[in-house]
């Protein structure tokens, strides 16, 4: 069973940084894609960054574009997710997620089917 346990969130002002962390269990790690998700109270779930089983593809919304990196360290199981000059509108639950299938980057939310328990960011004005 994949158990994903996030961490790295917490209260920030406007303007700073936050780096999250993924920690994965299982040996097969390298060979899924990864992705980082957010949702609000009364809103779906949103795809905010997604990368490749090798590192060497990713993707992100727009509105992230820039200030956010996605990355892996496939020798330890995790993944990151480094947000800079948060915004107040970047206040939500984040999780991160393991694809179904292997040797993807995972666009889609219906690609993923393991879950963490989710990290809270609150960004202040």
């Known amino acids: 069973q994949?158990?994903?346990?996030?961490?790295?969130?917490?209260l920030v002002q406007a303007g700073g940084s936050l780096r999250l962390s993924c920690a994965a269990s299982g040996r097969t790690f390298g060979?899924?894609?990864m992705g980082w998700f957010r949702?609000?109270?009364?809103?779906e779930r949103e795809?905010?960054?997604?990368?490749?089983?090798?590192?060497?593809?990713t993707r992100y919304v727009d509105s992230v574009k820039g200030r956010?990196?996605?990355s892996r360290d496939n020798a330890k199981n995790t993944v990151y997710l480094q947000?800079?000059?948060?915004?107040t509108e970047d206040t939500a639950v984040y999780y991160c997620a393991r694809t179904d299938?292997?040797?993807?980057?995972?666009l889609s939310r219906t690609e993923y089917g393991y879950w963490?328990?989710?990290t809270q960011v609150t960004v202040s004005s």
């Open 47 to 57: 795809f905010v960054a997604a990368i490749s089983w090798n590192g060497r593809a």
């Open 101 to 106: 299938s292997e040797l993807v980057l995972g």
């Open 116 to 118: 963490g328990q989710g």
């Open 68 to 70: 956010f990196t996605i």
């Open 39 to 43: 949702q609000t109270p009364g809103k």
């Open 2 to 10: 994949v158990q994903l346990v996030e961490s790295g969130g917490g």
């Open 83 to 87: 947000m800079n000059s948060l915004k």
């Open 31 to 33: 060979l899924y894609g």
